[in-house]
């Protein structure tokens, strides 16, 4: 008690702690995240947004609890369950929208979706399709700092999925062969697609992976923000101490389906429910700054409509784009324009 | 200056790596080993352990490293110790590397080079015996190149190298011991830019790698045949420079195409159709293609020889499109 009376209103947490300003923060991005998506999924249900969305409702406190403990100038990658991670990035949420429908102004000019975000000024390296993929390439990005030695570390996400991959077993044996400064994070939503982790994994606690390679691993709770962020501090210093890489097991749920087509009929009403009621993340730092008297219900009700007006006024402005320029399809394929060879059109001349 | 084919690619790398410090060579036995052909031979003492890496036997981990690094602007050259090895790494090569510009709206460039050997060795059997460049060649937003001779190694490894997209660099592990000039000093040979190998009138023959040295030595057959043949060599399979193929058979009305690798949507087929689109009226007869036979590699010497092309195929296929067989 008296710590906090010293440091003005907040909350301790095993020795560290959350200021009023830093808590909001971190609510506030977690319910845009969510209203964020859910605003997304409406609109693909519009079929406004097309193709492939796989929403992340559910696992806010890990998008946001590992951004918010992670330096700017860090690396960051993850796989095609991305809007959350760029969103708590930073990126402007208008061009994240814009991307999912497909418009000029889209965050990379609408040619990746929703699986595709990248934000360079973020460092925000994907928004990666193939399950995996941004492991090895994450294992590049850690490489790099290696080889600069820029103190930057690299936070690579992939899902309980993804870590079934053999390539991910290859990045860990490099990482931690050369001590390259990595944050492995297994977002362990239990399913991957519709196979549960029990079905999947002979070894279902995902941070033991990494002991045949002596990587360390952490098991957070994914649904308490502040347990996660205060965890994952730990974990990026670790990595960025040049010990060496680091797992971390995030313990999340999402409480959509795989992406939208797929109705979750492999999971219970009872199973998602105890997560959604029991666990929700964001109901939970609500009532934890209840208690601690930061806010009052009445407060985060007025919140929730001013993010949900957010959110549609980001919808509104994305919606009212234009589609990319037709000359588009032929930019960013090459750096530099190729003489005589290409675009290769077979126009006869 | 005469060199082999390996020394000049090792020259290249050396050049670059002394001029642009983001440079760096990684893959199998590429430092303490001194490459696996030899390649890197001396480059680990010259450039020490942060620059010439050893890896473990992880082909698609590491190429997926060299992107990661790319991505920052680094620029890696990944070895392959053969080509064959890097069909682990296609996801790597094709998904991530080709696209990532282009999915990432322009933010994140690949500048990197993929290099190992590549077609037939001597007597490996079919799984390292093999041709991939019509893959590769498939995807747009890589390059592929892949020379026939020292110099050519040499100029279009270091322009591959100061590419700002990721590279394809076939190499061929029969031509590494091949002597030949290279200029000395700082030799670029742009990236797209095919070669005339010999000049002649009555037939073209495009040729690339190992097999433009095989239509070489059709052409002095044919020549005492009365055939003058033309020998292109496009040197960069993708960007294909058609320009100079066109010429050429606008000039001889007779083409062959030349390739160790199979003849299903092969590289001579690419030829042959931009050459039917483009040049039609300036063919006086079809386009013969000369490849590979559509079989997996045998270990037989015999089996082995008639699998690939032999320049009694070229001379004959010449013969033919010349209308003397």
Same mark, same amino acid.
């Not at chain 1, 990746?112 to 995996?132: E, T």
């Not at chain 2, 680094?74 to 392959?80: A, V």
């Not at chain 2, 990721?166 to 290279?182: A, K, L």
């Given at each position: 008690?008296?710590?906090?009376?010293?440091?003005?209103?907040?909350?301790?947490?095993?020795?560290?702690?959350?200021?009023?300003?830093?808590?909001?923060? @971190?609510?506030?991005?977690?319910?845009?995240?969510?209203?964020?998506?859910?605003?997304?999924?409406?609109?693909?249900?519009?079929?406004?947004?097309?193709?492939?969305?796989?929403?992340?409702?559910?696992?806010?406190?890990?998008?946001?609890?590992?951004?918010?403990?992670?330096?700017?100038?860090?690396?960051?990658?993850?796989?095609?369950?991305?809007?959350?991670?760029?969103?708590?990035?930073?990126?402007?949420?208008?061009?994240?929208?814009?991307?999912? @429908?497909?418009?000029?102004?889209?965050?990379?000019?609408?040619?990746?979706?929703?699986?595709?975000?990248?934000?360079?000024?973020?460092?925000?390296?994907?928004?990666?399709?193939?399950?995996?993929?941004?492991?090895?390439?994450?294992?590049?990005?850690?490489?790099?700092?290696?080889?600069?030695?820029?103190?930057?570390?690299?936070?690579?996400?992939?899902?309980?999925?993804?870590?079934?991959?053999?390539?991910?077993?290859?990045?860990?044996?490099?990482?931690?062969?050369?001590?390259?400064?990595?944050?492995?994070?297994?977002?362990?939503?239990?399913?991957?697609?519709?196979?549960?982790?029990?079905?999947?994994?002979?070894?279902?606690?995902?941070?033991?992976?990494?002991?045949?390679?002596?990587?360390?691993?952490?098991?957070?709770?994914?649904?308490?923000?502040?347990?996660?962020?205060?965890?994952?501090?730990?974990?990026?210093?670790?990595?960025?101490?040049?010990?060496?890489?680091?797992?971390?097991?995030?313990?999340?749920?999402?409480?959509?389906?795989?992406?939208?087509?797929?109705?979750?009929?492999?999971?219970?009403?009872?199973?998602?429910?105890?997560?959604?009621?029991?666990?929700?993340?964001?109901?939970?730092?609500?009532?934890?700054?209840?208690?601690?008297?930061?806010?009052?219900?009445?407060?985060?009700?007025?919140?929730?409509?001013?993010?949900?007006?957010?959110?549609?006024?980001?919808?509104?402005?994305?919606?009212?784009?234009?589609?990319?320029?037709?000359?588009?399809?032929?930019?960013?394929?090459?750096?530099?324009?190729?003489?005589?060879?290409?675009?290769?059109?077979?126009?006869?001349? | 200056?005469?060199?082999?084919?390996?020394?000049?690619?090792? &020259?290249?790398?050396?050049?670059?790596?002394?001029?642009?410090?983001?440079?760096?060579?990684?893959?199998?036995?590429?430092?303490?080993?001194?490459?696996?052909?030899?390649?890197?031979?001396?480059?680990?003492?010259?450039?020490?352990?942060?620059?010439?890496?050893?890896?473990?036997?992880?082909?698609?981990?590491?190429?997926?490293?060299?992107?990661?690094?790319?991505?920052?602007?680094?620029?890696?050259?990944?070895?392959?110790?053969?080509?064959?090895?890097?069909?682990?790494?296609?996801?790597?090569?094709?998904?991530?590397?080709?696209?990532? &510009?282009?999915?990432?709206?322009?933010?994140?460039?690949?500048?990197?080079?993929?290099?190992?050997?590549?077609?037939?060795?001597?007597?490996?059997?079919? &799984?390292?015996?093999?041709?991939?460049?019509?893959?590769?060649?498939?995807?747009?937003?890589?390059?592929?190149?892949?020379?026939?001779?020292?110099?050519?190694?040499?100029?279009?490894?270091?322009?591959?190298?100061?590419?700002?997209?990721?590279?394809?660099?076939?190499?061929?592990?029969?031509?590494?011991?091949?002597?030949?000039?290279?200029?000395?000093?700082?030799?670029?040979?742009?990236?797209?830019?095919?070669?005339?190998?010999?000049?002649?009138?009555?037939?073209?023959?495009?040729?690339?790698?190992?097999?433009?040295?095989?239509?070489?030595?059709?052409?002095?057959?044919?020549?005492?045949?009365?055939?003058?043949?033309?020998?292109?060599?496009?040197?960069?399979?993708?960007?294909?420079?058609?320009?100079?193929?066109?010429?050429?058979?606008?000039?001889?009305?007779?083409?062959?195409?030349?390739?160790?690798?199979?003849?299903?949507?092969?590289?001579?087929?690419?030829?042959?159709?931009?050459?039917?689109?483009?040049?039609?009226?300036?063919?006086?007869?079809?386009?013969?293609?000369?490849?590979?036979?559509?079989?997996?590699?045998?270990?037989?010497?015999?089996?082995?020889?008639?699998?690939?092309?032999?320049?009694?195929?070229?001379?004959?296929?010449?013969?033919?499109?010349?209308?003397?067989?």
């Amino acid at each position: 008690m008296s710590a906090q009376q010293n440091q003005g209103a907040g909350i301790m947490r095993e020795g560290v702690f959350y200021d009023e300003s830093t808590l909001h923060q @971190l609510h506030d991005s977690m319910l845009y995240i969510r209203r964020f998506e859910e605003k997304a999924g409406q609109m693909y249900g519009l079929k406004k947004i097309g193709g492939f969305c796989h929403l992340c409702n559910g696992q806010e406190a890990v998008c946001v609890g590992l951004q918010h403990a992670a330096e700017a100038t860090d690396y960051m990658m993850t796989s095609y369950r991305d809007h959350g991670h760029i969103l708590a990035r930073g990126t402007d949420p208008t061009a994240v929208m814009a991307e999912l @429908l497909g418009r000029a102004g889209g965050i990379v000019k609408g040619k990746g979706g929703s699986m595709h975000m990248f934000d360079i000024s973020k460092n925000f390296a994907g928004g990666n399709g193939i399950v995996g993929e941004q492991v090895p390439i994450g294992l590049g990005f850690g490489f790099s700092s290696w080889y600069r030695d820029d103190g930057r570390v690299t936070i690579c996400i992939m899902g309980d999925g993804g870590i079934n991959q053999g390539a991910v077993y290859e990045s860990f044996n490099m990482a931690a062969l050369w001590k390259l400064p990595i944050v492995f994070v297994v977002e362990n939503n239990q399913y991957a697609m519709g196979t549960s982790l029990e079905r999947a994994s002979a070894e279902t606690q995902l941070f033991k992976r990494g002991i045949s390679f002596k990587i360390p691993g952490m098991k957070i709770d994914g649904m308490d923000v502040l347990e996660f962020e205060k965890q994952m501090r730990e974990a990026i210093a670790h990595a960025r101490s040049g010990e060496g890489p680091i797992l971390v097991e995030a313990m999340t749920y999402r409480y959509r389906g795989h992406s939208m087509s797929d109705p979750a009929t492999y999971r219970t009403r009872a199973e998602v429910d105890e997560w959604r009621t029991g666990r929700d993340p964001i109901a939970r730092l609500q009532g934890q700054m209840v208690e601690a008297g930061l806010a009052t219900e009445d407060d985060f009700k007025q919140k929730d409509r001013d993010i949900k007006k957010a959110v549609v006024a980001v919808a509104k402005a994305a919606e009212a784009q234009p589609e990319p320029d037709a000359a588009e399809m032929w930019t960013d394929v090459y750096s530099d324009p190729i003489e005589g060879g290409y675009p290769y059109s077979g126009k006869v001349s | 200056m005469k060199i082999t084919y390996r020394e000049a690619l090792n &020259q290249a790398m050396c050049e670059e790596m002394a001029r642009d410090d983001r440079v760096f060579l990684m893959g199998e036995e590429v430092a303490e080993y001194n490459g696996a052909y030899k390649v890197s031979q001396g480059m680990l003492e010259k450039f020490g352990s942060k620059r010439v890496i050893d890896t473990p036997i992880t082909e698609l981990g590491f190429a997926g490293l060299g992107v990661g690094a790319a991505m920052t602007g680094l620029r890696p050259i990944i070895e392959f110790m053969t080509w064959n090895f890097a069909i682990l790494a296609l996801d790597q090569i094709v998904n991530a590397a080709a696209k990532m &510009q282009y999915m990432s709206g322009g933010q994140y460039k690949v500048p990197m080079v993929f290099r190992g050997a590549g077609g037939s060795a001597a007597r490996v059997g079919a &799984q390292h015996s093999q041709s991939l460049e019509n893959w590769l060649a498939n995807v747009p937003g890589l390059k592929v190149v892949m020379p026939s001779c020292p110099a050519d190694a040499k100029g279009l490894l270091k322009a591959s190298i100061r590419d700002n997209d990721p590279v394809v660099f076939i190499e061929n592990e029969i031509n590494y011991g091949d002597v030949g000039t290279v200029p000395e000093g700082e030799y670029i040979i742009p990236l797209g830019k095919a070669d005339i190998k010999r000049a002649g009138k009555d037939v073209t023959i495009v040729a690339h790698s190992r097999m433009t040295g095989f239509a070489l030595a059709a052409a002095v057959e044919l020549a005492k045949q009365g055939i003058d043949a033309e020998i292109i060599d496009p040197r960069t399979i993708r960007p294909l420079d058609e320009t100079t193929i066109l010429r050429s058979v606008a000039k001889t009305n007779r083409v062959v195409t030349v390739e160790e690798g199979w003849r299903f949507a092969g590289i001579g087929a690419e030829i042959s159709a931009r050459i039917m689109e483009k040049g039609f009226d300036d063919l006086d007869g079809p386009v013969i293609r000369v490849t590979g036979k559509e079989v997996p590699m045998a270990y037989a010497a015999n089996l082995e020889a008639m699998t690939l092309p032999s320049v009694a195929d070229i001379v004959e296929a010449a013969r033919v499109a010349c209308g003397k067989a």
